[in-house]
């Protein structure tokens, strides 16, 4: 079954590393507020870390007390990243296997402009329309989650 996807983009005033490096700072996680209905995060901690940090670990709880995992997948935090999101508690484990998302960074004269795509995987032709409303929130808030990134400095 097709993924449903979509991206969201904007320009930072830091570095691709720095972008890169704050996903590996957990205690800025709870930052990300969701939108509407979709919650935002309580708490992230690293449940398996790395040296390498591709194979890293994360156990998100959100504010609803709904959890799932992310693990990243690939680290060039100059170029790009990619994490997968699985092991999601009800309702979301009802819904989707898995989210893909991928941070793309390219420096420009303005700061480095961030791509942040994603992929959500249903589980069913019958959970797609509510994957889909889910996905419209989660673009919500990742369009804001890069604005308040973009004014932090």
Known sequence: MKPI???CEATLPQKPDEIASQILDLSRWHEFNGYGPLPGIKHAEFETKTAEVVGTR??????DGS??????VMWDPVRRLSLYMHKFSPPVSRLATGFDETWEFQENNDGTKVVRSFE???KSVLAKPLLMLISF??????????EQMRQET
């Open 67 to 72: 959890t799932h995992v992310e693990e990243i």
């Open 5 to 7: 996807k979509f991206s």
């Open 120 to 122: 959500l995987h249903p």
């Open 137 to 146: 929130l989660l673009k919500r808030g990742i369009k804001r989650h890069l």
């Open 58 to 63: 994360i156990r998100v709880t959100n504010l």
